[in-house]
């Protein structure tokens, strides 16, 4: 029952972070440390094997060294996994560091951004619009919670206006927020 548990939580893991799993990536980080003290050449290595095998299945010729190639670049890993970059990236592949260095720069500057909530960087095509504090763009991650937020203040408003009717208090909803 435990390795079928295991396998359901690896999947679920594997699902919502988008990557893809080698089986016997699996058996070697669970008896690599029982104490669950990996090294960070073990880890770093595994990170690698599941951008590899991501990369792989979507059509990318690309080995372990490519990839810590693209990682000694200082790509972020939430764009590495994009299309758009690996695309972009499989074209400059061959030219010198200081050249992908550039190229890489101007990517970036055309395709890239930082959402200012979470400083994490994303495509800019996957940006939302954003409207509250300033005006600009966040990430999707960033305008769900804000879309959560919102509504759930709005409830909140709701209730107190109730409980000031029921009070028999004229309060108006700016002075509530």
């Known amino acids: ?6 396998e359901k ?12 799993e080698e089986q016997s990536d699996v058996g070697e980080l669970e008896s690599s ?16 094997r599941i951008y590899r095998n ?4 979507n059509g990318y010729e690309i080995d372990i060294e490519e990839i810590r190639r693209i990682i000694n670049f200082r790509v972020e890993h939430e764009i ?16 010198d560091d200081e050249e992908i260095i550039g190229e890489l720069r101007r990517w970036y500057t055309m395709n890239a ?9 994303i495509l800019k095509k996957e940006a939302v619009k954003y409207n509250k504090e300033f ?16 509504s759930e203040t709005e409830l909140r408003v709701k209730r107190i206006q109730k409980i000031c009717e029921g009070a028999e208090v004229e ?6 927020l």
């Open 1 to 6: 029952m435990n390795d079928d548990l295991t």
């Open 9 to 20: 939580i690896i999947e679920k893991i594997v699902e919502t972070k988008g990557f893809v």
């Open 33 to 48: 440390d029982d104490l669950g003290e990996s090294s960070s050449n073990e880890g770093d290595e595994h990170i690698e």
């Open 54 to 57: 991501y990369w792989l299945e």
């Open 80 to 95: 590495m996994k994009t299309k758009d970059f690996m695309e972009s990236y499989m074209k400059i592949k061959e030219l």
């Open 113 to 121: 951004t930082e959402c200012p909530l979470c400083n994490k960087m």
């Open 135 to 150: 005006t600009g763009e966040i990430c999707k991650s960033c305008s769900e919670r804000e879309e959560n937020d919102v």
């Open 171 to 176: 309060v108006m909803e700016g002075e509530i």
